[in-house]
């Protein structure tokens, strides 16, 4: 609930000040290597509760990739806008807030157009907008993401992209969100097991 209510505290202008920032401050330009992912992978969960984290691994991004290759690599620019919206969470300026987060969804946009069937990009948009409420007008969006994160999961089987403990974290939230019905939630639930399952014999 105190979750929800501080999304709310932070989405609601956005309906009354629509728009987007403008282009990214970025220099350089570089491929994306497996480790590098996984390294920004690693940051964003530890952002989720840290300004500090959150700051760096922004700096990381910023200061290896360049604008062009950030928007031409989805999964990039699906995390740079992740952490666009934990910065929105970790300030306290109601107008950086919604600075932040309109750059934000803006990120996470057109990454899903250019990565519709990435997994890891629909997940992190799904859980951005899980946070919103339903009558900010995002729902269509929401139940879109939802509906291609469980089709990714479960029929496309695009949870052999991440490694073990990320899919695992994705599934785990997805299920927790209880956006899913019951049949579908229990199918996800048998897929955590599994993984779990997996991940325990190949660390014996």
């Known amino acids: 609930m105190k979750k929800t209510l501080f999304y709310y505290v932070l989405i609601a202008p956005l309906i009354i000040f629509p728009g987007f920032a403008g282009s990214l401050p970025f220099s350089y330009s570089d491929t994306l290597e497996t480790s590098t992912l996984i390294f920004i992978r690693q940051g964003f969960y530890e952002s ?5 984290q959150t700051k760096r691994t922004m700096e990381f991004i910023e200061s290896n990739f360049s604008e062009k290759f950030l928007h031409d ?6 995390y740079y806008g992740v952490l666009n919206a934990l910065k929105a969470k970790h300030v306290f300026n109601p107008f950086s807030k919604i600075s932040y987060l309109r750059t934000a969804l803006r990120n996470l946009d057109e990454a899903v157009k250019y990565g519709p069937y990435n997994l ?3 997940f992190l948009r799904f859980s951005v907008l899980h946070n919103i409420p339903s009558f900010l007008g995002f729902s269509e969006k929401l139940q879109k993401d939802t509906n291609a994160v469980f089709t ?3 029929v496309e089987k695009k949870y052999s992209d991440l490694d073990s403990e990320t899919a695992i974290n994705v599934i785990k939230f997805v299920i927790e969100s209880k956006r899913l019905g019951a049949e579908q939630q229990n199918e996800l639930e048998t897929l955590a097991q599994q993984l779990k399952e997996y991940e325990q014999l190949s660390s014996d």
Do not use: G, N
């Open 48 to 52: 989720i509760e840290s300004h500090s």
């Open 73 to 78: 690599e989805p999964v990039l620019l699906a």
């Open 152 to 154: 990714l999961l479960t």
């Open 120 to 122: 890891e990009v629909r």
